[in-house]
């Protein structure tokens, strides 16, 4: 099945609310309202929900109680409330996979996320757009279980979804990997193209010339989570870093081994996100 059939199949596309597809087309409006798009999110119970609990969070620490989606936009910034909305969106927008994961995907990919987030700040990159595209950076693989369960399924039974061969034995088997996959996604569903590029690259950055800091960036933050999902021990994640790829954006790896705070000081809070 090539990438347009994929696409194709109903099934293969998550469901996600109208203010979620409204926040994703906000970044290519330089005269969006947030007062509209507030007021929107409002009336979506079961966002605003999730938006309160996430932004009264330890993550946060806010200095009062969030008790309005207004509120959150004042305390927090759009540009938070942006990103903790579409993440909400994204990891309610598939339910119930035959072969996946889906607790051990998620938590992989808030991982990922909070440790782009981490490194792009140390590094003085755009840490919100750094969230997320780690946070969408392997959203493909759910599209291709969607759109495809039974070629997936039988993939499964040889490699795991956790093992860094996983990308390139997609290619070779499909003509294109989740990487891709999740790129394309984020293209149709008019990601401002610094998204889909983060995506696109993520998996090999040193591909591109120049590097995509944000792609390199959540390389290594993806790699890094991989690596707790696989029980590796501090020699083994020592031998493994790609010291490559960290050259490139100045990231050595003691950030990665003794300088990166544990995943539940990282997340706290945000598991809500994934829950």
């Not at 979506?44 to 996430?54: F, G, N």
């Not at 040193?206 to 944000?214: I, K």
């Not at 870093?241 to 003794?258: D, F, T």
Request: no cysteine; net charge negative; proline share 4%.
């Amino acid at each position: 099945m090539n990438l347009d059939a994929l696409f194709s199949q109903p099934q293969a596309l998550p469901t996600i609310p109208k203010v979620v597809q409204e926040l994703i087309q906000s970044f290519n409006d330089e005269d969006v309202s947030v007062g509209d798009i507030t007021r929107r999110l409002s009336a979506d119970q079961v966002l605003s929900a999730r938006l309160l609990r996430l932004a009264n969070s330890a993550y946060y620490h806010v200095s009062r109680t969030v008790a309005t989606v207004g509120d959150a936009v004042t305390m927090l910034g759009f540009i938070n409330v942006r990103t903790l909305v579409i993440g909400a969106g994204l990891t309610g927008g598939f339910k119930g996979l035959a072969g996946m994961d889906l607790k051990q995907f998620w938590r992989h990919s808030l991982h990922t996320a909070v440790a782009a987030r981490h490194l792009s700040k140390e590094l003085g990159l755009n840490a919100e757009l750094a969230f997320t595209v780690g946070l969408m950076h392997a959203i493909g693989q759910l599209v291709m279980h969607a759109g495809m369960p039974q070629a997936m399924l039988q993939l499964d039974r040889t490699i795991n979804a956790m093992d860094p061969r996983r990308m390139e034995l997609e290619r070779q088997t499909f003509g294109y990997s989740y990487i891709d996959v999740g790129a394309e996604l984020a293209r149709r569903w008019k990601f401002p193209e610094e998204f889909s590029n983060g995506i696109a690259h993520s998996g090999q950055p040193l591909q591109q010339t120049p590097v995509n800091p944000v792609a390199a960036v959540v390389h290594i933050a993806a790699w890094r989570s991989r690596a707790e999902e696989n029980h590796l021990n501090a020699e083994e994640i020592e031998v493994g870093w790609p010291a490559n790829v960290g050259a490139e954006i100045g990231l050595s790896g003691s950030a990665l081994l003794q300088d990166l705070p544990a995943w539940a000081e990282l997340s706290a809070g945000l598991e809500e996100l994934i829950a």
